[in-house]
């Protein structure tokens, strides 16, 4: 082999080696996270009480107007509805019937389990069951707020 052959294939296997490095450096930049998790780590939502001050307003708006007067404002947001919830959080799974989850609509899902009671229906709900982490991994939903969304699923199919 010619010392122009070897060089070539000295380029040829560095410039793949970079190019593999680039595209992982691409990947875990788009991801934010490093590409393997440790069991270890401990997982952060948004929605736990330890970071709540983190998810607290910073100010307010202070709007001046032409008297001269000030008013302030903090940014409000609607209640959320047993629907709105339902889609953010319970849609994924009950939507498609994912590992056994009962299919929002479909009564022959939801008849047995409703024959167990609300009550059941709901502690299940709150504490998890099966597949399902407690308050579907939402939480900060109040268990209100998740009975609600029990009934709007268990009425879906009436």
Not at 9 to 30: E, P, Q, R, Y
Not at 45 to 73: C, F, R, Y
Request: net charge neutral; proline share 6%.
């Amino acid at each position: 082999m010619s010392q122009d052959t070897a060089y070539v294939k000295s380029f040829i296997l560095s410039f793949m080696a970079l190019a593999v490095m680039a595209v992982v450096s691409f990947k875990i930049g788009i991801s934010g996270e490093p590409l393997k998790h440790h069991a270890s780590a401990k997982s952060v939502s948004p929605a736990t009480a330890e970071n709540s001050d983190v998810l607290a307003p910073v100010g307010k708006i202070a709007i001046k107007s032409a008297a001269g007067t000030t008013t302030e404002a903090a940014a409000t947001t609607a209640p959320a509805t047993p629907e709105s919830i339902y889609n953010s959080a319970c849609s994924a799974c009950h939507g498609s019937g994912v590992l056994g989850a009962p299919k929002f609509g479909t009564a022959a899902d939801w008849t047995p389990r409703v024959a167990q009671g609300m009550d059941i229906l709901v502690k299940h709900a709150i504490d998890g069951f099966n597949a399902m982490p407690p308050k579907g991994g939402q939480a900060a939903l109040s268990d209100d707020e998740i009975k609600a969304v029990v009934q709007y699923m268990v009425d879906s199919t009436k």
